[in-house]
C-alpha cells in the first residue's frame, strides 16, 4: 500500500488555491474583467492600448448624440453627452469661455446668452434641447474696434470690476433693450434681478444700461 504523498510533494501546477489570497470578491472580479477583455476584444491587462484604437473607441460612443447649432453666426455639429449643459458645449466643444459658470445653478447670471434672441441662462438648458437654435454668446455680439453699444457703455460707466459677471450682464442688459421695462432705474433693476455682481457694481450697471436705452 503506498503512502499519501504530504502536501510538499504535490506538483506545483496542482498546489491547491489558498483561500486566503484567493477570496470570491476577487475570483469574480478576475473573471469579469478577463471576460470582458475578451469580449470587446481588448489587449489583456499589462499591453498598452494604442491611442488610434482609444480614440475609435471614443468616437464611437452609442451613447452620445449629434446635434446641430448656429453658434455665432455660424454652424456647428456637435457629439455630445445627452446630459450636456448647453453652457458645457460652448465651453468644452467649442471653446467659447466668455459665457463664465458660476453657481452653476441658474442664480447668478453669469452664464447668459441669447437662444434665438431671448436671454437664457445656459447652465440649467440641455445642449440638446436646442437642435436648430441659433446662439449668440458675448464673442457673437461684438469685436475689438467695433464693439456693441452696450459693451461701450459698460466701459465709458465702469460696469464691471473683477469682470466675471460682466459678460452675463452685457447679454442680459442686450436682451432687455427687447423687452418691455419701465423706464425708471427702478425698473431695468427689476429686470436685471437675475445678474448677480458681487463688487457691486449695480449702479454703474444701470447707468451703462440707461445711456444705450436713451441713446
Known amino acids: 500500500m503506498s503512502e499519501k504523498k504530504s502536501g510538499a510533494d504535490v506538483p506545483a501546477t496542482h498546489a491547491p488555491i489558498d483561500s486566503a489570497t484567493l477570496s470570491r470578491r ?13 469580449g470587446l476584444g481588448l489587449p489583456k491587462a499589462g499591453h498598452a492600448v494604442p491611442l488610434a484604437a482609444t480614440a475609435e473607441i471614443k ?9 446641430k447649432l448656429k453658434v455665432n453666426g455660424s454652424n456647428q455639429t456637435l457629439r455630445v453627452d445627452p446630459r450636456t449643459t448647453l453652457l458645457d458645449a460652448l465651453r468644452d466643444h467649442l471653446q467659447l469661455t466668455g459665457s463664465k ?3 452653476d445653478h441658474g442664480q447668478c447670471g453669469a452664464c447668459t446668452v441669447h437662444v434665438n434672441g431671448r436671454r437664457v441662462n ?12 441659433e446662439i449668440t454668446t458675448i464673442e457673437g ?7 456693441h ?13 473683477c469682470g466675471y459677471c460682466t459678460s452675463g450682464q452685457i ?32 449702479s454703474n450697471i444701470v447707468a451703462a444700461i440707461q445711456q444705450v436705452r436713451k441713446a
Not at 59 to 67: E, I, R
Not at 141 to 147: D, F, V
Not at 149 to 161: N, T
Not at 171 to 195: F, I, Q, R
Request: hydrophobic share 40%; glycine share 12%; charged share 15%.
Open 171 to 202: 447679454m442680459s442688459a442686450t436682451a432687455l433693450l427687447h423687452e418691455p421695462c419701465g423706464s425708471a432705474n427702478a425698473d431695468v433693476k427689476e429686470a436685471m434681478s437675475g445678474n448677480i455682481c458681487r463688487c457691486g457694481a449695480y
Open 59 to 67: 468616437d464611437a460612443d452609442p451613447g452620445k448624440l449629434s446635434l
Open 26 to 38: 476577487n475570483f469574480l472580479q478576475m473573471v469579469g474583467v478577463t471576460g470582458a477583455a475578451t
Open 122 to 133: 445656459a447652465c440649467l438648458s440641455l445642449a440638446a434641447m436646442h437642435e436648430g437654435d
Open 101 to 103: 459658470k458660476g453657481c
Open 141 to 147: 455680439l461684438g469685436k475689438p474696434g467695433s464693439l
Open 149 to 161: 453699444p452696450m459693451q461701450q457703455a459698460f466701459l465709458q460707466h465702469d460696469g464691471y470690476q
